[in-house]
T-cell receptor, first 113, second 112 residues
Framework: NAGVTQTPKFRVLKTGQSMTLLCAQD?????MYWYRQDPGMGLRLIHY???????AKGEVPDGYNVSRLKKQNFLLGLESAAPSQTSVYFC????????????FGSGTRLTVV | DAKTTQPTSMDCAEGRAANLPCNHS???????VYWYRQIHSQGPQYIIH?????ETNEMASLIITEDRKSSTLILPHATLRDTAVYYC?????????????WGAGTKLIIKP
C-alpha cells in the first residue's frame, strides 16, 4: 500500500518556467491538500480539495493552480515560477476533515533560480 | 482556530519518557488537539489527537488538562528514531475549517 506518492521528488526551474507536481493516493480518501514548507517554518496550505472535481484556496494560493479530475490524483501547477516559490511541497490526503489524521507524501523539493 | 505555544527545542535520553508540552489557552470547546511529527524533511506523520479525555495509542499518550488549556504528548520509551520536530495543532471538527494551522513545533533530540 503506497499511501501518498508525490512526483517528482526534486526539481530545479528557471524563473518564468512552468511545471506540474503530481500527487496520487491509493486510500480512497475524499480530501486532498497541497502544502508548502519553508526552512524552519511549519506548513502552509496552498489549495485543497474536498472531492473529485472540487478545489478551494488555502492560506497562500497566489501563483498556483490545482486540479482534481480523478479522486486519486491532485495536481499542483506553477504557471510562471518565481524564486519565492522555492520550497518543499507536501501533498496530503484524509478520509475526512477534522478528527481524521492526514497522510502525507514524502515531499517535492523545488528550487527556482 | 486557536493558536498553540510550544518550546523551541528539547532533549531527552534514550529509553526515558519524552514529555512534550503544548499551551493552547484560547482553545474552544469543540476544538481538538492534534499531534504530528516530522522526521528530517520527510512528510509529517500523524501521531494522536484528542478532545477532552486522555488518549493512548501504539505511538504515544496524550494528556489534556481538565481546563483544556494545555496538553502533553508522552513518548513512553524514546528511541533515537523519535528525534524529530513535533507539532501541536488545535482545530475545530469537520465542516468548520479545512486548515491545520502549523506553528514551528518543538525540535526533540533523543540522546544516546
Amino acid at each position: 500500500n503506497a499511501g501518498v506518492t508525490q512526483t517528482p521528488k526534486f526539481r530545479v526551474l528557471k524563473t518564468g518556467q512552468s511545471m506540474t507536481l503530481l500527487c496520487a493516493q491509493d486510500m480512497n480518501h475524499e480530501y486532498m491538500y497541497w502544502y508548502r514548507q519553508d526552512p524552519g517554518m511549519g506548513l502552509r496550505l496552498i489549495h485543497y480539495s474536498v472531492g473529485e472535481g472540487t478545489t478551494a484556496k488555502g492560506e497562500v494560493p497566489d501563483g498556483y493552480n490545482v486540479s482534481r479530475l480523478k479522486k486519486q490524483n491532485f495536481l499542483l501547477g506553477l504557471e510562471s515560477a518565481a524564486p519565492s516559490q522555492t520550497s518543499v511541497y507536501f501533498c496530503a490526503s484524509s478520509y475526512g476533515t477534522g478528527v481524521y489524521g492526514y497522510t502525507f507524501g514524502s515531499g517535492t523539493r523545488l528550487t527556482v533560480v | 482556530d486557536a493558536k498553540t505555544t510550544q518550546p523551541t527545542s528539547m532533549d531527552c535520553a534514550e529509553g526515558r519518557a519524552a514529555n512534550l508540552p503544548c499551551n493552547h489557552s484560547t482553545i474552544s470547546g469543540n476544538e481538538y488537539v492534534y499531534w504530528y511529527r516530522q522526521i528530517h524533511s520527510q512528510g509529517p506523520q500523524y501521531i494522536i489527537h484528542g478532545l477532552k479525555n486522555n488518549e493512548t495509542n501504539e505511538m504515544a499518550s496524550l494528556i489534556i488538562t481538565e481546563d483544556r488549556k494545555s496538553s502533553t504528548l508522552i513518548l513512553p520509551h524514546a528511541t533515537l528514531r523519535d528525534t524529530a520536530v513535533y507539532y501541536c495543532i488545535v482545530r475545530a471538527p469537520p465542516d468548520s475549517n479545512y486548515q491545520l494551522i502549523w506553528g514551528a513545533g518543538t525540535k526533540l533530540i533523543i540522546k544516546p
